[in-house]
């Protein structure tokens, strides 16, 4: 089992399930990588806690998609899906968690989330169960631009960012809570973009045990015509035009 990386100040706390949301707009081209990285990752828990391991459940929340975004999952029928008009990747995050929480109980249940443009690494929820179980109640971690992003581009982004243990960055498409908290938080806005932000900013305040990890970086889209406004995709494509 994964050492926390950070000591932590809570009591463990034993995790019974774990809930993985995932908002999609338009990604048929990149649901199968995502999809197919999380299976790897739910198997991963899987072998490594055995017995012990918590119920996980995979919510795939289409939000307006008009692609085949549906078709696709038809082919993943372990992973729920749901569709949302929303419109909004704050609103599509939080209507997959309310969703996923039914019947839970908040103080034994993690909430991991990242995005369909994405693929979590194998061990990203295995290592998010061992912080949680020992005191952690919200995990950053880092990502990591594919190569949609051009060649010297990533390689400017990658020396402009260390990312160590202890960054500063907050992403939805790497993010853990548990449960509990995310509700005292009052959970994920309605709004286009930085709804990761805003919740990160609400547990702070609340004094939740953070860990910010570089262990698990998840690779996503480094296109420059990101879904959501002002998401990463707008970011890169700022970092771009800064740099020419």
């Keep these: ?10 009591e463990p706390a034993r995790i019974d399930a774990v809930l993985v949301v995932v908002p ?23 072998e490594e806690f055995g017995v012990d391991a918590p119920a996980i459940s995979v919510l795939v929340v289409l939000d307006r998609c008009t692609d085949g975004s549906a078709d696709v999952l038809a082919g993943w029928p ?3 899906t749901m569709e949302s008009d929303a419109g909004s990747v704050g609103s599509a995050r939080r209507l997959g968690v309310h969703r996923l929480l039914a ?11 990242t995005d369909a443009d994405s693929a979590v690494p194998r061990r990203w929820l295995a290592v998010q169960l061992a912080l949680a179980e020992a005191g952690t109640e919200l995990m950053l971690g880092t990502v990591l631009p594919d190569a949609d992003l051009p060649t010297a581009e ?4 990658h020396d402009e960012h260390s990312l160590v243990d202890g960054h500063p960055h907050v992403h939805g498409a790497n993010l853990g809570v548990r449960a509990d908290r995310y509700l005292a938080a009052g ?6 973009s930085d709804e990761d932000v805003l919740l990160v900013g609400e547990l702070r305040r609340l004094g939740v045990h953070e860990c910010r990890t570089a262990l698990i970086p998840v690779l996503t ?19 771009v035009a800064a740099n020419r």
Excluded: I, K
Aim: hydrophobic share 40%; net charge positive; with cysteine.
């Design 1 to 10: 089992m994964t050492r926390p990386l950070e000591t932590p100040h809570r």
């Design 24 to 46: 999609a707009r338009n990604e048929e081209s990149r649901l199968p990588r995502c999809l197919a990285a999380l299976a790897e990752a739910v198997a991963v828990v899987r």
């Design 78 to 80: 372990r992973f729920l």
């Design 103 to 113: 019947g839970t109980v908040p103080e034994h249940t993690w909430v991991a989330t």
């Design 154 to 157: 990533r390689a400017r982004w």
């Design 187 to 192: 959970g994920f806005s309605d709004v286009d």
């Design 221 to 239: 889209s480094g296109r420059l015509d990101g879904r959501a406004p002002g998401g990463f995709g707008g970011y890169l494509a700022d970092q």
